[in-house]
């Protein structure tokens, strides 16, 4: 009988600035940037030694990590992919990131929780766009861009 292999998900985002990228989100969701792989020095290393020509690995590209990964194993690894055109509109997808602790925690709990977060990322790059407070449906959240432009709720 064939066996079937086990399907695992990276997310994919591109962006202009890579390291600005992983600096950023690590810190957003709690990941790590990605060591690179056993046996090599740095990233670029690695992609030189599979044969990637040089003229592909820009200056700097390879020499810190392009991804980052959920320490704890379950999250997806994202890796931040270098293009050269910018971000035009609004994004199709976005991340929520559920720091409030839901419906169960007090709403002023989960308003403190999400302010604290919001501020935190703030001093990292990220840009308030709103505020969606409405308390007759116990709902708190702040919708917020990244570094790059990419939009981002944190509830």
Excluded at 16 to 37: D, I, K, S, T
Excluded at 65 to 84: K, L, M, N, T, Y
Aim: aromatic letters at 8%; glycine letters at 10%.
């Amino acid at each position: 009988m064939e066996t079937t292999p086990e399907m695992t998900m990276q997310l994919t985002i591109d962006c202009a600035h890579p390291q600005r990228m992983v600096e950023f989100w690590a810190e957003a969701l709690g990941y790590v940037p990605e060591p690179p792989p056993a046996g090599h020095a740095s990233w670029r290393a690695y992609w030189q030694d599979l044969g990637v020509p040089d003229v592909e690995l820009p200056p700097g590209s390879g020499d810190l990590p392009e991804s980052i990964i959920d320490p704890s194993g379950r999250g997806p690894r994202i890796w931040f992919q270098q293009v050269p055109e910018s971000k035009t509109m609004k994004n199709r997808w976005h991340f929520d990131l559920k720091v409030g602790g839901g419906r169960g925690i007090p709403l002023e709990t989960r308003i403190e929780r999400v302010g604290a977060a919001a501020k935190r990322l703030v001093a990292r790059g990220a840009v308030v766009l709103g505020i969606h407070d409405e308390p007759s449906m116990g709902h708190y959240a702040i919708a917020m861009q990244d570094p790059e432009g990419n939009e981002f709720d944190v509830v």
